[in-house]
């Protein structure tokens, strides 16, 4: 499928800022040490609040009519779509108000950051089932999407939150242990995601996916192929639906993403866990991470099959 800039930016960036939300809320029981400063309070809820918003604003440029998004709150019986506005808007504002709290007060409600985390886990959730529940992308169709995406966001989450925290000597190992073991976690996902999506492609050789012989009926006559386009010029959907991307060039931005998202954040927090680097540090990891997902999150609709994309 074609891989909108706005779309791409909007996974990652609203991934990360809504991870530093789950973070946040669940960093009394994770033993995550965090200052009571106000300055710094402000610092870190303006950011974890500013990532989530630029996301969520980035993903209506790709609507026919930005306008009129507002009308997707009222299909949540139905639409993924909707749930994760409504579920982003809720969380938001319950993490204002337990910002401020902790930010004039001095002090977080454990009950009320667990119920923020929650609602950030959930949205993040949400957004990988609008591409999840899509049946006519097997790429996309399987549960292992959704983990993807959350286990991304939680890593991006704590990579930020652990690098702006005050080091303790308490907590501050664990932090970048938990740290590692979520990069790994993430992306050996995201490679058993590849393998299934390499399954999963339109090309007849597995049988229980729709191919041109299927779609026709005349699959048992013999071997059929389409003698020519259904249309002479590009349509919404030729532009939308279908996207064709080499193998060679898809096989390099893997290795890219893998290297600069996941190789070289690990080495750094590596680093860092032997004190080598400063736990501010882990800040650059997250930024690498970042742009090593923005290769990821491109492949992730560059390859996605469309089964109109038969016809084509």
């Not at 800039?5 to 995550?32: E, K, N």
């Not at 009222?74 to 409504?86: A, D, K, N, T």
Request: proline residues 4%.
């Amino acid at each position: 499928m074609h891989p909108a800039v706005s779309v791409i930016f909007f996974t990652v960036v609203s991934g990360a800022g809504f991870g530093m939300l789950a973070i946040i809320g669940f960093s009394q029981p994770l033993g995550i040490a965090l200052s009571d400063d106000s300055v710094f309070v402000f610092f870190l809820s303006a950011l974890a609040t500013g990532l989530s918003v630029a996301g969520l604003i980035s993903s209506t440029f790709h609507l026919g009519r930005p306008q009129k998004a507002w009308r997707a709150f009222s299909q949540w019986r139905s639409s993924w779509l909707s749930r994760e506005g409504i579920a982003s808007v809720v969380t938001l504002c319950l993490f204002g108000i337990y910002s401020l709290i902790w930010m004039i007060a001095g002090e977080r409600i454990m009950w009320l950051g667990t119920i923020v985390a929650a609602g950030a886990i959930f949205t993040v959730f949400t957004t990988a089932m609008i591409y999840t529940q899509m049946k006519t992308v097997p790429h996309w169709h399987t549960p292992l999407t959704p983990v993807v995406y959350l286990a991304f966001s939680v890593c991006l989450g704590l990579l930020l939150t652990a690098g702006l925290a005050q080091k303790n000597s308490e907590s501050g190992n664990i932090d970048i242990i938990m740290a590692m073991l979520l990069l790994l976690v993430a992306w050996s996902a995201k490679i058993i995601w590849w393998k299934r999506a390499a399954k999963t492609s339109f090309d007849g050789k597995n049988p229980s996916l729709s191919s041109v012989a299927s779609a026709t009926g005349l699959g048992g006559i013999g071997k059929v192929r389409l003698l020519d386009r259904p249309h002479t010029g590009p349509n919404y959907l030729t532009k939308e639906m279908v996207h064709i991307i080499g193998r060679k060039h898809a096989s390099r931005l893997r290795m890219i993403s893998l290297l600069i998202g996941a190789v070289l954040p690990l080495i750094v927090a590596m680093l860092t866990y032997m004190h080598i680097l400063p736990q501010g540090a882990l800040v650059v990891a997250a930024i690498l991470m970042i742009a090593g997902l923005f290769a990821e999150r491109w492949l992730f609709f560059a390859e996605a099959e469309h089964s109109v994309s038969l016809y084509y």
